[in-house]
């Protein structure tokens, strides 16, 4: 039985960074500038606590400043939109990431759209997300942007592949669907409510997991030597009493019909961090005018 190429994300993301931390190197010693990333944190997620903690380890690695701001989950709508417009002003600010979820009293989408376009390192805002649709320059989601890294590193060239998304979030199916389409593919997204997921799925040269169920995807939805890139992320009751991740694609299975698969972890998680910090160099080059040679 064959066997696919695991995709090694975690390798991936550390050369992203190195290219990063060069590049904010040269920013500082040909402009004098420090590109800035400030990261809000409402309340006290346990998860939310990790990634920001990842987050400010990692940006300051890569010779980033790290501002962090933390607020207790009684903090006020009024209250956080006034940080955000105070973080839109300030000038040592490249990048402004409000780690989502929100306590249930605050709107996201107003605090998202608060946010400057060009400090919208997430790339969730309406701009960016427009100027996505309408193939402009623009900040791109992190996650998307990551599952593109690792299709192309497999095959640079995506033209004219068969690419299935399933799933259809703002935060990864409907960008990632964006950045296929640009890069030549043929795009279909499915979605929870699609009949015949499985034949859909079995189109698929690039498939794209990214539904939020531990091991929907199984082997016999693939078609034999596609790759494979899974975006789930799910803890599952594991061996004596501990939890273990599982991604959306039931990896074990298809790894023998997949031609290239990522795993979980180890796949798309560390691409995310990478490339924000990616995105807050893109930011800072761009408010400040500076040509940028990644
Ligand atoms: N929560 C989990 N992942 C993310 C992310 O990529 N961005 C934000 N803002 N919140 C998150």
Redesign the pocket.
């Known amino acids: 039985m064959s066997t696919a190429r695991i995709i090694d994300g975690k390798l991936i993301a550390e050369g992203l960074r190195e290219d990063v931390a060069a590049a904010v190197a040269r920013m500082s010693r040909d402009h004098g500038v420090t590109p800035g990333l400030a990261v809000v944190l409402v309340g006290d997620n346990p998860a ?1 606590e990790v ?1 920001v903690r990842n987050k400010d380890r990692q940006t300051r690695a890569a010779g980033m400043t790290s501002i962090e701001m933390k607020l207790p989950a009684t903090t006020s709508e009024r209250e956080l939109l006034a940080l955000v417009h105070e973080l839109n002003r300030r000038e040592d600010v490249d990048g402004i ?5 929100l306590p249930p009293h605050i709107d996201s989408g107003r605090v998202i759209e608060a946010i400057d376009p060009a400090k919208d390192v ?1 790339g ?1 805002h309406p701009i960016n997300a427009g100027r996505l649709a309408t193939g402009q320059p623009a900040l791109v ?3 998307p942007l990551g599952c593109i890294i690792l299709a192309k590193s497999v095959q640079p060239d995506l033209t004219g592949l068969d690419a299935v998304v399933i799933g259809r979030s703002n ?1 990864v199916g409907k960008p990632v669907a964006r950045l296929l389409l640009g890069e030549n593919c043929t795009v279909t997204v499915a979605h929870s409510k699609s009949r015949a997921l499985p034949e859909i799925a079995a189109r698929a040269d690039l498939l794209i997991a990214a539904i939020g169920q531990p091991e929907f995807v199984r082997a016999d939805w693939i078609k034999p030597g596609a790759i494979v890139i899974d975006v789930g992320i799910n803890r599952v009751p594991g061996e004596g009493g501990k939890h273990r991740l599982v991604g959306d694609v039931h990896f074990e299975d298809a790894r023998h019909v997949a031609g290239a698969i990522t795993p979980v972890p180890g796949g798309v998680g560390p691409m ?1 961090i990478a490339c ?1 910090l990616r995105n807050t160099l893109t930011a800072a080059a761009a408010r400040r005018g500076i040509a940028l040679a990644l």
């Open positions: 939310s990634y990431l409000v780690q989502l979820p997430d969730f989601p992190c996650t935060i995310t924000l």
